[in-house]
């Protein structure tokens, strides 16, 4: 598969520095977001149960204010856990919730490491140097980088053989009443298109990932006014208003809110679907050289088992 800016269908999300000041503006509204961030992360840690997996370094990638930091720190006691996001407005948030970086902590006075670190950087140009993770988590955040394709070879790069990745993202179905509200006002794409889950499955394959897992499932949040929710979609970047040769002003606004309100349902309220996409996949030793365990024993992959080699 080849994906490349120009068709991308996030091809209008900007650059990597505009990314960076739009989430360091949206960062103190970030917070209206953690039910729905927080929902997701219990439902990626519930898949983590069925994975037999010890890490001693996991990296949370978009990491956001740091629940997902939390999660892997609960669950990772011993790891040594990094989160890494473009804003940095986003990263003080994230390091409110480590105790130790708190001014006054009698933790640092005594020379405690902080719980986890912290590092700004782009999701497809990660500051780290090969194999320096077995895990990668990352929970809401791929679907904002406009080049997905470049995304997985680096976080391959930067992972450690058997190691795994595990993530979420918005699938295409996200938004759909609200794309339906702005088709009935105006005829440009106001929302973001997301990547359809069996195309970010091809992504992992031609990155190198092995034994690629993708499912969805559809998760549907009901608000009560259509202002609410435009500023709660407004506060995460879902949906981007008129341009200056477009500007319409109150007049466009309140179009969307009448036609938001004509899609209340029988229960008086307006639904707003997600669609949420999970993948995990492996990065396997290369081929012909043979991994171990602590005890030094030969270990093959399960889906290796049974195969005969093939004869010359």
Request: charged residues 25%.
């Amino acid at each position: 598969m080849s994906l490349h800016a120009a068709d991308s269908p996030d091809a209008w999300l900007p650059p990597a520095r505009l990314t960076r000041l739009a989430f360091d503006r949206r960062s103190t509204a970030f917070g209206q977001l953690d039910f729905l961030l927080g929902e997701i992360g219990r439902r990626m840690q519930e898949r983590m149960e069925v994975i037999r997996l010890a890490p001693r370094r996991a990296l949370d990638i978009g990491c956001g204010h740091g629940q997902g930091l939390a999660g892997l720190r609960a669950r990772f006691p011993d790891a040594q856990i990094a989160g890494l996001d473009i804003s940095g407005a986003m990263l003080r948030e994230a390091g409110q919730r480590d105790p130790q970086r708190r001014p006054g902590w009698i933790g640092r006075m005594l020379g405690k490491r902080p719980m986890f670190d912290l590092v700004q950087g782009d999701l497809a140009t990660l500051p780290f140097g090969g194999a320096s993770f077995d895990l990668l988590w990352s929970n809401l955040a791929l679907h904002w980088h406009p080049e997905p394709h470049r995304v997985f070879p680096e976080w391959h790069r930067v992972t450690a053989d058997e190691g795994l990745v595990l993530f979420s993202l918005f699938g295409p179905d996200t938004l759909r009443e609200l794309r339906t509200a702005f088709g009935e006002v105006d005829l440009d794409a106001h929302t973001l298109r997301f990547v359809d889950m069996h195309d970010i499955g091809d992504m992992l394959v031609h990155s190198g990932w092995s034994t690629p897992v993708m499912d969805m499932e559809t998760l549907t949040i009901t608000y009560e006014s259509p202002e609410t929710l435009l500023r709660e979609v407004q506060a995460f970047g879902g949906f981007r208003r008129p341009g200056p040769a477009g500007l319409r002003g109150r007049r466009w606004h309140r179009a969307v809110l009448d036609a938001l309100e004509r899609q209340r349902n029988s229960d008086g309220v307006i639904p707003l679907t997600f669609e949420i996409v999970y993948g995990h996949a492996w990065k396997l030793a290369p081929r012909g050289r043979q991994a171990t365990d602590d005890q030094g024993r030969a270990v093959v992959p399960i889906d290796k088992i049974g195969r005969a080699s093939p004869r010359r």
